[in-house]
Every structure is written in C-alpha cells, then in structure tokens.
C-alpha cells in the first residue's frame, strides 16, 4: 500500500478581496455619528496631513506654489494634489452651507452644553448602593467580603444570579456563612433584592409589608403560575375564594415590584443621536443632515510647502504623499457617506409623507430595493446606511430601519404597512369585552371587514409581536 505523502499543487481560482480603502468606506457608511466621529479621531491621530478644523473659525484657503517643483515626483504629484485641494475645498464649503438645523452651534453653546454634562453626576448602581448598605451592617471582615461576593452575583433585576451552592464550591466559603450574610443582604433596600426567583421576591415584599399569613401571601406562595395565566376560576375552587377576591389578589399582586433592581439600572433610557432631521416646510417635508457630531477635517496647509520644498527628501515626500491621498479619501467617504445617507432619508420621506403629518396610522409599504433603485445604489448599501441611524420626525425620533416594512392593499386599492396593521389589531384587542374577548379568527374576520385581507396565522404572529397572550388567557370573568 502506497503511504501518505506531501505533494504541490497548483490551482487558479477567482477571489473577491476587499481593498483596504473600500473597506474604510463600507465602515464609515455602517457606523453611527459618534462611532464614525471616534473613527475620525482615530484617523486624525495616525495621519498627521490631516487636521481638524473649528467651526467658528474662516476657511483657509490653499495658496499656489510658493516654489517650482524640483524633482520628478513632485511634478507628477502636482495634477493629483489640485484635485485634491478642489476635493478638500468642497468638502468646506459642504460644512459652511450646512443648514443651521443639523449644522453647528457657537461656541458658548458648547461651552455650555459641556459644564451641563460636566455637571451631571452619574446615577448610583445598584451594586454601589447595596455595597453602601453592607458597609454600615455591622457584620465581621469576613462577612463583609462575603456580602460583597453575593453582591457581585446580583443581577440588573436585583436576583441572585447563582446558587448559593455554586457559589460556595467556586470560592471556598462554607455554606452557613454564605446563607448568614445573603440573610443580611436581602434585608437591604430595595425589598426584594436577593431573591432567588419571582415567587420569593414577591413573598420578601409582602411580609416586610407586614402582610404575612394573609391571603395575599397564600396565592403568591400557592397560585403564582395560575395567576400568571390568568386562571382566575381555578385559583377560587382550589383556594376557596370568591371570583370578586381573586381578582382583588391579582390586582395587590399586579402593585408588586417583580424587578426590584431595574431602578438603579444604567439601560432604563436610551439615548441616542439623530443623523437626519425632518421638518416641515411650505411645500412639505424637508430633510437635513445632522453633521454637528463629526469633526471638520482638512488638509493641512503646511504639507504642500514641505512637497514643494527642494530641501525635503526623496523619502519624506513619498511619505507625505501617501498620507495625503489617505486623507483625500477619508475626507470623500465621509463626504459620500453623507450624501449616501441624505439621498436615502430623502426618498423616505418622499414616500411617507403621509406618516408624517398623521403617524403610524399612514405609514406606507417600502422596502430597500425600491429606495436602491431610486438613490441608485445596491440594496445591501441602503440596509448598511440605515443600520443603527436614527431619524428625527415630526412623529418623534425613530429609527430608520422602522420605514422599511412590507403591506397590504385594502379591498379600495389603498396600501397599508403590516405596522399599520399592527397598531389596528393592538387598537382592537383594547376596546374588546374583556370576559369574551376576540380569538384570532375574529380579528381576522374584523380586519377583512375594514378590507384588510389578512392570514389567521398572520394575525397571531403579529399578536406574539405585540407581546399580546391568546384570547383564553386574556378572558376575565
């Protein structure tokens, strides 16, 4: 038998490789304003051609040749570098004829806004407020640092993330001094914190309220899944109550904090920075970039007298002009990024219209390709530039993505967005009679009369989206 062996091959293949260039472009069109703006910052740190320019402060204007060139690669440098001057002069005169909507603001608008963010002092964590607890306790050096092990196992929702057993095998401690000090925590504000489960800190919050041994603690102890399933009728046979009192429970349960840690949490807003602005004019909706987050970036002067210098060496101008056109081209994908973006929120806007005068209720079938074929780019370019950007309305900010959405065409040729449809069933669903509400066959049987054709599993899983239980689980009797 022939044994293994080492051999050389050779083989031809076709590869699509992504230019480095090209690949800086494809990411400044990805990203958010402040992430491109870190970029930005990045960029202007590694090339020292490039500088960034204040916006309260004159154009500077490129001025010609102070020397005639004295080798050849100045002189053939010298065509590109005036397309380049040209390239950077657009680029200013883009920033000076921003509109003042998205463009920018004075200095002592800055400075302002910056001692009021100065000035704001972050919120409290959980885990610090708790921590702030444990330090006025009382409890021993060793139990202290074992309160401040629990305390670092408590999740943003104020649960024990981990067994108490786990805990103990991974860090050594005994059991009874890990159950002692979690005994402490869990007397710590807010009530609840600590708990293992929903059921125990629901329990933690009705005996500190002094309503321990009533039925309020017996149906969170007993009926806490039927009572999440709205099985009010089983919960009264088994607990022997009236109907009248399960509904009372239910209602003292509903006023109970199941996420006693999400007060303190850092995520309970989210901020974020629209990268266009929509507003309304005579003849209806303009749009305008918010370029108020990027740094002005230019060529700096200095580089052409230093090319055009006979004292500067060969090799230093050869550096001087690779970094040039790098900084050409971080300045014309920005400058495409921008109009990439301005073109797409403008054709969206052409298309929703009616959404912005009247909201959701208007909002109208697009979808990528149509703005692609329209802008005159590919789709996957129009899903990158919309990917995490969000836009100003007179609706409200929402995201860009959000105006992407398939629909329907009613029975009198109108079109409607399957958000549309969403927001009539969650319309529907609240005017229902809460002990004989509507199964999804009706809603179904409801929409087609109003001329909306859609499936019964398309109407449930719109229902599922919306966070809505089935009809069996919404009844009240």
């Known amino acids: 038998m022939v044994g293994p062996y080492l051999s050389q091959t050779q083989q031809q293949r076709l590869q699509m490789v992504l230019a480095p260039q090209l690949r800086q472009s494809l990411e400044f069109l990805q990203v958010p304003a402040l992430e491109l703006r870190a970029l930005i910052q990045q960029e202007l740190e590694q090339n020292p051609t490039l500088e960034e320019r204040l916006p309260d402060t004159d154009p500077i204007e490129l001025e010609p040749p102070l020397l005639e060139p004295q080798d050849d690669a100045v002189k053939d440098f010298g065509e590109e570098y005036e397309m380049l001057a040209q390239l950077d002069d657009d680029w200013q005169e883009y920033f000076r004829t921003a509109t003042p909507r998205a463009g920018q603001h004075q200095s002592e608008e800055d400075e302002r806004r910056k001692h009021f963010f100065d000035s704001v002092s972050p919120p409290e964590s959980l885990q610090e407020h708790l921590r702030h607890q444990l330090a006025l306790s009382g409890l021993s050096p060793e139990q202290q640092q074992i309160g401040e092990l629990l305390i670092g196992h408590i999740d943003e929702d104020g649960y024990l993330a981990t067994p108490l057993a786990d805990i103990a095998m991974a860090s050594g401690y005994e059991p009874a001094a890990l159950e002692t000090a979690w005994q402490v925590v869990r007397d710590f504000d807010p009530v609840g914190v600590g708990a293992r489960d929903l059921r125990e800190c ?93 740094p002005h970036v230019r060529i700096s002067k200095q580089y052409r007298t230093l090319m055009e210098s006979p004292q500067t060496p060969p090799e230093v101008k050869q550096y001087v002009m690779e970094k040039i056109r790098a900084g050409a081209f971080l300045i014309k994908s920005i400058h495409q990024r921008q109009r990439t973006i301005g073109n797409i929120a403008t054709e969206i806007v052409k298309v929703q219209t009616d959404f912005m005068a009247e909201g959701v209720k208007a909002l109208r079938p697009l979808t990528m390709q149509q703005v692609a074929d329209v802008v005159g780019v590919h789709e996957t370019t129009v899903s990158r530039a919309v990917s995490g950007k969000y836009m100003q309305t007179p609706q409200g900010v929402y995201e860009m993505k959000y105006f992407f959405t398939p629909g329907y065409r009613t029975r009198d040729g109108q079109v409607l967005s399957n958000k549309s449809v969403k927001d009539r069933i969650h319309d529907l669903i609240k005017t229902e009679d809460p002990t004989a509400p509507w199964s999804d066959q009706a809603l179904t049987d409801k929409l087609k009369a109003e001329g909306i054709n859609v499936a019964r599993r398309t109407v449930a899983k719109y229902r599922e989206e919306l966070k809505i239980m089935p009809s069996h689980l919404r009844k009240h009797r």
Do not use: C, M
């Not at 500190?208 to 041994?213: E, K, L, S, V």
């Open 202 to 294: 629901l329990l933690t919050q009705i005996q500190r309220a002094g309503q321990g041994g009533t039925p309020l603690e017996r149906v969170v102890r007993d009926f806490l899944d039927e009572l999440a399933a709205h099985k009010y009728s089983v919960i009264a046979r088994k607990g022997k109550w009236s109907l009248e009192q399960v509904h009372e429970l239910a209602r003292q349960v509903a006023q109970l904090d199941p996420k006693p840690g999400r007060r303190f949490s850092a995520d309970t807003a989210t901020y974020v920075t629209p990268e266009v602005f929509v507003y309304p004019t005579r003849d209806g909706y303009a749009v305008a970039l918010n370029d108020e987050p990027l």
